[in-house]
């Protein structure tokens, strides 16, 4: 199947710094990649969609100016977590559809 | 939107034996149906889908179904064993956006 990576795979930050989250498509080319959200023992709540060359579209409630998402080509698409706070420590996984949809690794997001 | 709902929340079944997760959608413009495996600590697996052109599709242990008149789809493996123990997620999606079941965590007891 197709593969999605994503970087970093954990990464602690302090309150109030910016973390970066990188998502590749690594053997296709994705217009179109969404971001989800993953609390522990709950499912996969979809954060926003990224579209190569345009604005992101965001789901009801997450605010756009915190996770920042640029989607510059066609198989890269980065999420930055804006001024960290606890309450954002979670499991972030982004996706492409390629067929079928495909998930990356996630990335464990712990903010101290 | 789509609605998606998974049941059961909790499996657990005897090596060898098998395992039925059913799914249940509300949007009928739905045509695509994924299912996924987590492993703790990882992101999700595609390791099955179908298409609401299809009624049933194989592969080796893993099969799904979908009625697609009930608004219903289905999970089946057969023959598990301990690596089939994990999370799986339904999801329903109108070839863009997937929405997704709440989750299934399958205990295979050796």
Known sequence: GAVVSQHPSRVICKSGTSVKIECRSLDFQATTMFWYRQFPKQSLMLMATSNEGSKATYEQGVEKDKFLINHASLTLSTLTVTSAHPEDSSFYICSARQGGGYFGPGTRLTVL | ?110
């Open chain 2, 1 to 110: 939107g789509e609605n998606v709902e998974q049941h059961p929340s909790t499996l657990s079944v005897q090596e060898g034996d098998s395992a039925v997760i059913k799914c249940t959608y509300s949007d009928s413009a739905s045509n695509y149906f994924p299912w996924y495996k987590q492993e703790l600590g990882k992101g999700p697996q595609l390791i099955i889908d179908i298409r609401s052109n299809v009624g049933e599709k194989k592969d080796q242990r893993i099969a799904v179904t979908l009625n697609k008149t009930a608004k219903h789809f289905s999970l089946h493996i057969t023959e598990t064993q301990p690596e089939d123990s994990a999370v799986y997620f339904c999801a329903a999606s109108n070839d863009y956006k997937l929405s997704f079941g709440a989750g299934t965590t399958v205990t295979v007891r050796a």
